[in-house]
Nanobody
Framework: QVQLQESGPGLVKPSQTLSLTCTVS??????????WSWIRQPPGKGLEWIGC???????YYSPSLKSRTSISRDTSNNQFSLQLSSVTPEDTAVYYC??????????????WGQGTQVTVSS
C-alpha cells in the first residue's frame, strides 16, 4: 500500500513562498510510469492540478501557475516538494500530494495524501 503524507507550515504570509513536502512510503518515487503530483482545492471550489514530477525527474506544471511553481525531489528520503512563490490569499487551499498515471492527472490519481490546509494571510 502506497502512502503519502504532506507536511509544511499551515500559515504563509502574502508575498512569501509556500513550501510543502510529501513523504512517500510503500513505493518509490523513482518507479517508472508514475507522476508524483500536487493538487489543491480552494474553499468552495474544485480540485486544481498544480504540477508533478515524473520518475525520471522531469517536471510539468499547470500553465496558470508555472511561473510561480517549482517541484523538486529528494530520492534518498523518498520525498518530493512544492514551492509556490509570491502567494496571495487566493492561494489558500487544502493541498494534496498524489500519485498519478499521467501528467495533469486528477482522475488518474490512485493514491492521495490526506491533505493539508494552507492559509495565506498576514
Amino acid at each position: 500500500q502506497v502512502q503519502l503524507q504532506e507536511s509544511g507550515p499551515g500559515l504563509v504570509k502574502p508575498s512569501q513562498t509556500l513550501s510543502l513536502t510529501c513523504t512517500v512510503s510503500g513505493g518509490s518515487i523513482t518507479t517508472n510510469f508514475y507522476y508524483w503530483s500536487w493538487i489543491r482545492q480552494p474553499p468552495g471550489k474544485g480540485l486544481e492540478w498544480i504540477g508533478c514530477i515524473a520518475a525520471s525527474g522531469s517536471t510539468y506544471y499547470s500553465p496558470s501557475l508555472k511561473s510561480r511553481t517549482s517541484i523538486s525531489r529528494d530520492t534518498s528520503n523518498n520525498q518530493f516538494s512544492l514551492q509556490l512563490s509570491s502567494v496571495t490569499p487566493e492561494d489558500t487551499a487544502v493541498y494534496y500530494c498524489a500519485r498519478a498515471t499521467d501528467v495533469g492527472g486528477i482522475s488518474s490519481s490512485d493514491y492521495w495524501g490526506q491533505g493539508t490546509q494552507v492559509t495565506v494571510s498576514s
